[in-house]
């Protein structure tokens, strides 16, 4: 199959099959999970057997069930993060590359402070304070990770305001919607769709952290992070529980950051031919 | 722009930045929802019990005088008090300050020259049998989260192999090769994480500067591939490389918090975690401080050494 | 016969470069080069001439490949050279220029490093021999202080200084054969004269054979003893220069040459009388900063007329225009659009007075809005200034279409869909869209083809017979402003060092800067480069030696 004039990678197709996959887990989860999140089926940390193919978690819930429900959890999470990241960023971005210089300096000054610290940091600060639940970890990590997604959207519009394209709609009179609707944002697409996938990498692994340090999303609630937290002694028992969370994580990021990949290399290649000036 | 003034200019800026962030952390942790006091006494609170805890605890003035006062007390060493112990911040914070670097210095010295390396050779082999490997094994490495890279070490070198301790207990006193011994498993984690994102970027960077049309120029005056590269592009490549370590640095001072959680290490990370959970604001104000002084240090140091390895701005004064 | 042989350095064979693609760079090219002979290579952008001009080195870029044929240096298949081979025949026996030594230069080596490099890697010379060469290579082409002139950063060169910098190292080993890739288009054309006779007397001066590869026949008539005329990848035709310029026998060639006469031969266009005042432009002065880019400049434009402002980069032309559009806004003096004074912003300017004047661009690639339907390119502004919707938009942009002479069915297409040229007939129907009586062009012409950059003129003249606009034609470009302007301003620094009616300041040039400016600009004979030179030696001695 070739997308863009360009042959599709086996690797992007892996990528694909795995977000799909993801995403029918999250969307049918009651259907397709063999028990109910919180029944307790067996044992404390069984090993994989018929009935319990991935065995039991710390108070003997079946891990395969609690996995199907948990990547519900952590996969909504994060995908609602970001798209508050993108919409603030983003937004952000297209007004300081594209109104005056001065609404520019302050906004850029402001997310400069921001970006001079780790994102972890200042959110256990916030955590520290304010507590931790939902809604608060979604609202600081958006705010957080969109100071880097400005940068980015700030960039790509700058770039885009420079054609003359956009001088011509502006000589003419044009508003700033028209401007930023019709004139940059569909020149600006592509990239931002490419960091739409880093960026919920990113916070996917970042719930994931807080989740497991403790400070993300509380019981009774299954997520992912949460899992490998509660389930973290038994590596001390020469178990593997913690293992399957994890590696769900981790099999989740890499199938998105193989699609990015491949979004990101079909821009960055040349046109092709004719590169004779 | 002389070169001595652009390094001048750019250390004020640090020194600048680092006093905006310390103005936000600690009226971040002043100004929000709930202070120190009901945070201390809990829901159960009586007022007359808040009000003297508060006059205690100086909150009556103004939020500037008593960051004023919490900066005077910062430049002198004196971090303040924990809430949960009571004891000072400083005594329990330098030792363990002393075990994160140990520990992140310790990833940094395996990570930074394999990632630069094999970044380097990857651009210059772009589409080679060894570039695709790293390209692959890199994104693997990039979307595990730490804990998964450390629980599979601890299952493989510690339950099964035996061959390295599943905890890195540190004690004081303790031997220099002992507490190598205790950290590789940690060290091991961070560097697999941090060479990851580290060979992608110095990659792309060198990458870019091999398209250059002055190396195709220097090709077309017939020279070998290696002159090429170590005198027509890495020289131009330095400058982002240098970037890509110090972005990646910090990144390991963050990747730290999770690995001395995993490990039980007792480093700032830990402690900034469980006085999170304990919500003793002053101690997380403390090790946040810490962090963004590493943090924005090795930004500025990045900044003036790329600055450096600028022909551009090294060479200004003739003009 | 045995000394003929000897005497023929390359010899290309059936030569075929493909990109990985699919598509055809280069297709059966033959050629021979003999020692100590210049060929020059001529052909539109996508005519495979930088292409086939890189195949001596054995080298095809990124993403191309050379897949058929032979290149015979001195009898050797050079294609069957393994990987050391190679490396010793470029920059040795063959040796490269590129067009922008800006960026073939390392920025971060000094000159003298790069140009001793070759000599040096290659076994040739020692250190000491490779600099004393270079300096002799600078002095021979009058770069400043040659002595120290190496130890500068290439940030510290002009263009010019670079382009020279650039052949001193390509001659440090002595090649046999110099390949010239547009060696002058990226600067001025007072710049272009002396790197010009530069190249030509080294060239001569060691009897090295040269591939001159360029779009410009005038500039290759000074240098090239035969052209080869290349299109699509193939050759069009090849002959000694003279024979090309003065009896081409291909229709294509013919064009080309055609064109270039229209271009040297005009003397503007004649104004019986010059109508009511359109523009006024009064003690105008723009700044960037402290920086004084443009400085008291004045002039009117009239109904119907054209007026050109040229000027070489640096000279503040292209400020002026964005003045006066009111994108930069002016520090000092005042546009005036008829009777009525323009704000200097244009925000603060009335719609009328946004939509009476229109702007076209340089580059119609950045102008046209890449996810925008030619139907709304042009239907926006209809919309907007003309407050229509529906069929009359629709009425109006096929009317639009029609104007410009392009099909009714490009409606439907992006411009990537289209070629330069249809895309700069686009911007035309964009700005024509607002009924414009003033239309501001910014270097139109000058990133096309010149045939195409012709039919564009055509357009441009015929739509101001049919639809009385002025033009304000800003431009570098002397042959254009022959062709198509009754009256002339001409910048220098910023400064306005000439103005009035194109026929007189082309006759007779009242100041020494248009003077210098109307010598070097390269007429298509063999012989103008000696006389160029000649007549501004003269000049220089001083402006009484001048023949009348």
Redesign the interface.
């Known amino acids: 199959m070739k997308i863009a004039g360009r042959k599709v990678p086996f690797t992007a197709y892996i990528g694909g099959v795995i977000v799909v996959l993801a995403l029918i887990m999250i969307l049918f989860a009651p259907w397709i999970a063999p028990y109910p999140q919180t029944k307790i089926v067996g044992g404390v940390w069984d090993t994989p057997n018929p009935h319990d193919w991935l065995g039991t978690d710390s108070i003997g819930r079946d891990m395969l069930s609690r996995l199907i429900y948990g990547g519900r959890t952590s996969v909504s999470i994060a995908l609602i993060a970001t798209c508050l990241t993108m919409i603030i960023g983003v937004g952000l971005g297209f007004v300081a590359a594209s109104t005056s210089k001065l609404v520019d300096n302050i906004i850029s000054r402001v997310v400069d402070i921001l970006l001079a610290m780790p994102i972890l940091i200042f959110g256990l600060m916030v955590f520290a304070v304010l507590g931790t639940s939902i809604p608060i970890m979604i609202i600081t990590i958006s705010v957080l990770e969109s100071t880097r997604v400005f940068r980015l959207a700030r960039a790509v519009a700058m770039n885009i305001t420079v054609m003359d394209y956009v001088q011509v709609a502006r000589l003419r009179g044009e508003g700033i919607g028209w401007v930023i609707f019709r004139e940059i944002l569909p020149n600006a697409l592509p990239p931002l769709v490419a960091e739409f996938g880093l960026r919920f990498c990113f916070t996917f692994l970042f719930i994931a952290s807080l989740s497991f340090l403790g400070l993300g999303i509380q019981p009774p609630a299954a997520d992912w992070g949460s899992m490998v937290h509660d389930n973290a002694q038994a590596i001390a028992f020469g178990g593997y529980a913690p293992l399957f969370p994890a590696g769900a994580i981790a099999i989740v990021t890499i199938g998105v950051n193989l699609v990015v990949d491949w979004l990101l290399s079909i821009h960055a290649l040349p046109a092709g031919a004719g590169a004779e000036i | 722009m002389g070169i001595l003034r652009f390094i001048a200019a750019r250390a004020a800026l640090g020194v600048l930045t680092l006093f905006a962030v310390s103005i936000l952390l600690y009226l971040g942790t002043q100004l929000l929802p709930g202070d120190v006091a009901s945070a201390l006494l809990g829901q159960s609170a009586t007022p007359d019990a808040l009000a003297v805890l508060r006059a205690k605890l100086g909150l009556n003035e103004p939020a500037y005088l008593r960051y004023l006062h919490w900066l005077w007390g910062v430049l002198h060493g004196n971090l303040g008090n924990s809430l949960t112990t009571g004891t000072p911040i400083a005594g329990e914070l330098m030792p363990r300050l002393i075990n994160t670097l140990f520990l992140a210095g310790y990833a940094a010295i395996i990570a930074v020259p394999l990632a630069v390396g094999l970044g380097i050779l990857s651009a210059i082999r772009e589409g080679s049998l060894m570039d695709r490997l790293a390209s692959i094994l890199s994104l693997a490495a990039i979307s595990f989260p730490e804990f998964f890279v450390s629980y599979i070490l601890i299952v493989v070198f510690a339950s099964q192999l035996g061959w390295l301790p599943s905890l890195a207990t540190v004690y004081d006193g303790m031997g220099f090769w002992d507490r190598v011994d205790a950290t590789t498993l940690p060290a091991i984690t961070l560097t697999l994480v941090v060479v990851a994102h580290m060979l992608r970027m110095t990659r792309t960077s060198t990458l870019a500067v091999m398209s250059a049309p002055y190396v195709e120029t220097a090709f077309l005056k017939g020279l070998s591939r290696s002159r090429v590269v170590l005198s027509h592009a890495l020289p131009n490549a330095l400058a982002p490389i240098i970037n890509v370590v110090a972005i990646n640095l910090a990144y390991l001072v963050v990747g730290v918090v999770v690995v001395e959680v995993v490990f039980v290490y007792p480093g700032v990370g830990q402690l900034m975690v469980d006085a999170v959970t304990k919500r003793d604001l002053p101690t997380v104000q403390a090790c946040g401080l810490v962090f963004a002084i590493v943090f924005i240090g090795l930004n500025t140091i990045a900044d003036i050494c790329s600055a450096l390895a600028n022909p551009r701005l090294r060479s200004r004064k003739r003009q | 016969m045995s000394a003929a042989k000897n005497d023929m350095l390359l010899q290309i064979r059936g030569l075929r470069i493909e ?1 990985s ?1 699919g ?1 055809v ?1 280069t297709d059966g090219i033959d050629l021979d080069l003999r020692r100590g002979e210049v060929l020059g290579l001529i052909g539109e ?7 086939l001009g890189l195949a001596p ?1 054995v ?1 095809a ?4 490949s050379i897949t058929g044929g032979e290149i015979l240096l001195a009898g050797q298949d050079l294609r069957k050279l393994d990987t050391n081979g ?7 026996r063959v ?2 220029v ?3 030594a800006a ?7 000094t000159l003298m490093a790069q140009v001793c ?2 000599p040096i ?2 076994g040739l010379m020692n250190r000491r021999e490779a600099e004393a060469k270079a300096i002799e290579l600078f002095a021979a082409l009058d770069l400043p202080e040659p002595k120290t002139f190496g130890q ?2 290439p ?2 060169a002009s263009g010019g200084q670079l382009q020279r910098a650039m052949a001193a ?1 390509a001659m440090s080993c002595q090649p046999d054969l110099l390949v010239l890739d547009e060696p002058t288009t990226a600067l001025d054309v007072t710049t272009q004269i002396e790197v010009l006779a530069k190249l030509r007397e080294l060239i001569h001066e060691h009897n090295t054979a040269a591939l001159y590869v360029t779009h410009d026949l005038s500039v290759v008539a000074q240098i090239a003893d035969r052209i080869m005329v290349l299109r699509h990848g193939k050759m069009v035709e090849t002959g000694t220069t003279n024979d090309i310029l003065m009896t081409p026998r291909e229709a294509y060639t013919t064009a080309l040459v055609a064109e270039r006469k229209a271009a040297m031969s005009g003397h503007g266009v004649a104004e019986a009388a010059r109508g009511e005042t359109v523009l006024t432009v009064d003690d105008v002065t723009i700044k960037y900063g402290p920086v004084t880019a443009v400085k008291n400049i004045s002039f009117t434009v009239s109904r119907g007329e054209t007026v050109a402002v040229v000027g070489e980069s640096g000279s503040g032309k292209s400020t002026l225009a964005y003045a006066a ?3 930069i806004e002016a520090a000092g003096g005042a546009f005036r659009f008829g009777q009525a004074a323009l704000p200097p912003s ?1 925000k603060k300017r009335s ?1 009328e007075q ?1 939509q009476r004047i229109q ?1 076209i ?1 340089q ?1 119609p690639d ?7 339907k030619i139907s709304d390119i042009l239907g ?2 209809v919309a ?2 003309e407050k229509l919707s529906g069929a009359a938009v629709k009425a109006r942009v096929a009317e639009l279409l029609t104007l410009v002479g392009l099909p009714l069915d490009y409606t439907e297409r992006f411009p990537g869909q289209l070629s330069g040229g249809q895309k700069q007939r686009i911007c035309i129907a ?1 700005a024509l869209a ?1 009924r414009p009586e003033l239309v501001i062009c910014d270097e139109v012409t000058s990133a096309l083809d010149p045939l195409v950059a012709e039919d564009i003129l055509k357009l441009l003249k015929q739509l101001q017979d049919e639809l009385g606009v002025s033009y304000l034609f800003i431009t570098h470009d002397l042959g254009t402003v022959k062709r198509i302007a009754h009256r002339v301003v001409v910048m220098l620094k910023g400064q306005m060092v000439a103005e009035g009616a194109t026929s007189d300041i082309f006759e007779t040039p009242p100041d020494d800067y248009t003077r210098k400016l109307l010598l070097s600009v390269p007429e298509m004979r063999t012989d103008w480069l000696d006389e160029a030179l000649t007549r501004r030696d003269i000049w220089r001695a001083g402006p009484a030696a001048l023949p009348a």
């Open positions: 990109a693609n598509a760079l952008s996508g005519a495979g001439k930088s292409t080195l080298y870029r990124a993403g191309c190679r490396r010793s025949l470029r920059g040795v040796a490269y590129a067009q922008s960026a073939a230069f390392n920025p971060s080596m490099e070759g890697r290659h500068r950063y940030h510290e190292m559009i009111g994108q244009f719609l946004r702007l661009y580059l950045i102008a046209l809005n890449p996810r925008q926006r502004p907007f200034f964009r607002a």
